[in-house]
Nanobody, 122 residues
Framework: QLALVESGGGLVQAGDSLRLSCATS?????????MGWFRQAPGKEREFVAA????????AYADSVKGRFTASINSARNTVYLQMNSLKPEDTAVYYC??????????????WGQGTQVTVSS
């Protein structure tokens, strides 16, 4: 089974930036998948943040992060990134990456990583 490992979280102030990484095992990024970023804040359900197709590079973002967050891929390193700029306290959450077949519905995202904590202070 595919393994995903997130890193890069931390404690920052509002307005700061962070870059999260999601390292994958195997040949995932050489085939036709969509990598997704999700987050879960305390007491809330997990929500979609961003997604990027491994081949075409097409991206999608939640309205709450559009214009501030950018997903990207380094296929040579089998790593997906989430650049987060202009962070807000409401971005505080555990961030997860996941994978699904390209074109499949978001409910098919799986192989969840362990998550990385992002805390934004005001």
């Amino acid at each position: 089974q595919l393994a995903l490992v997130e890193s890069g979280g931390g404690l920052v102030q509002a307005g700061d930036s962070l870059r999260l990484s999601c390292a994958t095992s195997g040949r995932t990024l050489l085939t036709y998948y969509t990598m997704g970023w999700f987050r879960q804040a305390p007491g809330k359900e997990r929500e979609f943040v961003a997604a990027i197709e491994t081949r075409a590079g097409n991206t999608a973002y939640a309205d709450s992060v559009k214009g501030r967050f950018t997903a990207s891929i380094n296929s040579a390193r089998n790593t997906v990134y989430l650049q987060m700029n202009s962070l807000k306290p409401e971005d505080t959450a555990v961030y997860y990456c996941a994978v699904k077949r390209a074109g499949a519905p978001r409910t098919e995202f799986g192989s969840w990583g362990q998550g990385t904590q992002v805390t934004v202070s005001s």
